[in-house]
């Protein structure tokens, strides 16, 4: 009995948990950066919802591989252009999937591939 509950509650903690199957940071890369401060910080999470494959990891046929690039890019942007910003310093991108999204993944049988991006940087505006 004991057995059981131990490998019941070995299961549960690795199931609970979350999976990073990516992560990118400090992607910066500019010899000759122009002067320019500080305007906020970027902190953000996307919701990524992919088709055929794994959550937080490969998509077969990579169907909707560009699904992540252009969401990603998109709220990037608008976030920079809200604070009044020019660029972001210090990129880090991490894809992960939470546990509710690797539940909702195996329930379908992988067909569908939900995921999450989060996403910190400094958003900095150039002085001219």
């Known amino acids: 009995m004991k057995m059981k509950t131990l490998l019941f509650g070995m299961l549960t903690v690795l199931l609970m948990a979350s999976c990073t199957t990516f992560k990118m940071s400090g992607t910066s890369m500019n010899m000759d950066t122009p002067p320019f401060h500080n305007v906020g910080e ?3 999470v996307v919701n990524v919802h992919e088709w055929l494959g794994t959550s937080g990891g490969g998509n077969l046929a990579n169907i909707s591989a560009t699904n992540m690039d ?3 890019y998109d709220t ?19 894809y992960k999937a939470s546990f509710f999204n690797i539940l909702l993944n195996m329930i379908t049988f992988n ?3 939900p995921a999450q991006a989060h996403v910190t940087g400094n958003i900095i ?3 001219m």
């Open 125 to 127: 505006k150039y002085e």
């Open 70 to 72: 252009d969401k990603l």
């Open 111 to 113: 067909l569908y591939a």
């Open 76 to 94: 990037i942007e608008r976030e920079v252009k809200k604070a009044g910003g020019d660029a972001v310093l210090n990129l880090d991108v991490e």
């Open 42 to 44: 970027l902190d953000i």
